[in-house]
């Protein structure tokens, strides 16, 4: 299926160029042990939190992944035809709430690993579920 960047053609309907530069955009990902939320030591008591915005997992099976993906024991994970579950955290989402990276159903799209060099890959999006938390062993939208 050819797609149209600016028109967003070859979809069902059309989709803004926003949309298509946030979910056609290589993803790139951490492994679920990855811990977002730390104390920050600079924080002070009257600077304001940011708002939590509920994640949503994405379903991926991946297509293809490099042999250096092989180097870490996370990444040895992401091989040909597995089914990947992606969670997308608050602090991943862009200001359209939603992770960059994380593509269109039935599309090929991109991946790299953000802590293991030469890692990366390609995949497809299956399936989301909003307001959901990946299983242990997961990975997590950078």
């Known amino acids: 299926m ?3 960047a600016v028109s967003g053609k070859g979809f069902q309907g059309k989709l803004s160029t926003t949309t298509l530069l946030i979910t056609m955009k290589v993803a790139k990902i951490l ?3 990855f ?3 730390f104390k920050d030591p600079w ?3 009257h600077m ?3 708002e939590e915005k509920a994640s949503y997992c994405v379903y991926l099976r991946v297509k293809q992944a490099s042999a250096a993906c092989n180097l870490k024991l996370w990444s040895a994970q992401l ?3 597995r089914l990947v579950c992606a969670e997308c955290q608050s602090d991943a989402m862009s200001k359209s709430d939603r992770c960059g990276g994380e593509g269109l159903e039935n599309i090929r799209t991109f991946w790299a690993a953000a802590s293991v060099t030469g890692c ?3 995949w497809v999006r299956e399936s989301s579920s909003e ?3 990946c299983p242990p062993y997961s990975v997590l939208f950078v």
């Open 2 to 4: 050819q797609i149209n």
């Open 31 to 33: 492994p679920d042990s």
């Open 35 to 37: 811990k977002r939320n």
């Open 43 to 45: 924080r002070r008591p």
């Open 48 to 50: 304001l939190m940011k």
């Open 79 to 81: 091989v040909r035809e």
């Open 120 to 122: 990366h890959g390609a």
């Open 131 to 133: 307001g959901c938390r």
